[in-house]
T-cell receptor, first 114, second 114 residues
């Protein structure tokens, strides 16, 4: 699986959009980008995933560059409850030999301030 | 749905004692995963099951660790004998067949081995 690079930490003002970057320059054509987050003292929570098209759901939007070497997770209106570690993971989709072997890196600690 | 249920929430034991962690996956989910999280190593996949059968246990640190899934609604992770370096948060996660990598995590078991 391709390696990802994320900033160690970032701050965001409550009510503003939070834009979380992720670099995955070695991504291959059949690898998806997944985002999870982990709020303190809780298990990781799935946010969104995509291949090459931009994706949006009730939690966030995912913008993947045309060359697929980087992506941005957008939390449109950050709240205090969005304070968490955000993980960007690149993963082959539904490989038969290692389903579910998501490898979590260090992630980005996002702090939303009032 | 109650989500993935883990017990106990906290466990404190002495070195050399046997520890058993329990997990109830979401009903209908075919895959079950055990992860361990420490400050030094982050989130590590220990083992995962598909339809109650262990598929990949390459992440299990050593023979002191064992995991079972006697039926679709219950799994255990056992450490015998426990050591201080096993202190960590242990997460159980599950997912349904064909739902990409959308894992649902439990709240974890905080294990402290003194």
């Amino acid at each position: 699986d391709a390696k990802t690079t994320q900033p160690t930490s970032m701050d965001c003002a409550e009510g503003r959009a939070a834009n979380l970057p992720c670099n995955h320059s070695t991504i291959s054509g059949n690898e998806y980008v997944y985002w999870y987050r982990q709020i303190h003292s809780q298990g990781p929570q799935y946010i969104i995933h995509g291949l090459k098209n931009n994706e949006t759901n009730e939690m966030a939007s995912l913008i993947i560059t045309e060359d697929r070497k980087s992506s941005t997770l957008i939390l449109p209106h950050a709240t205090l409850r969005d304070t968490a570690v955000y993980y960007c993971i690149v993963r082959l989709y539904m490989t038969t030999d290692s389903w579910g072997k998501l490898q979590f890196g260090a992630g980005t600690q996002v702090v939303v301030t009032p | 749905d109650a989500g993935v249920i883990q017990s106990p929430r906290h466990e404190v034991t002495e070195m050399g004692q046997e520890v058993t962690l329990r997990c109830k996956p979401i009903s209908g989910h075919d895959y079950l995963f055990w992860y361990r999280q420490t400050m030094m190593r982050g989130l590590e996949l220990l083992i995962y099951f598909n339809n109650n059968v262990p598929i990949d246990d390459s992440g299990m640190p050593e023979d002191r660790f064992s995991a079972k899934m006697p039926n679709a609604s219950f799994s255990t992770l056992k450490i015998q004998p426990s050591e201080p370096r096993d202190s960590a948060v242990y997460f159980c996660a599950s997912r349904a067949q064909g739902t990409n990598e959308k894992l649902f995590f439990g709240s974890g078991t905080q294990l402290s081995v003194l």
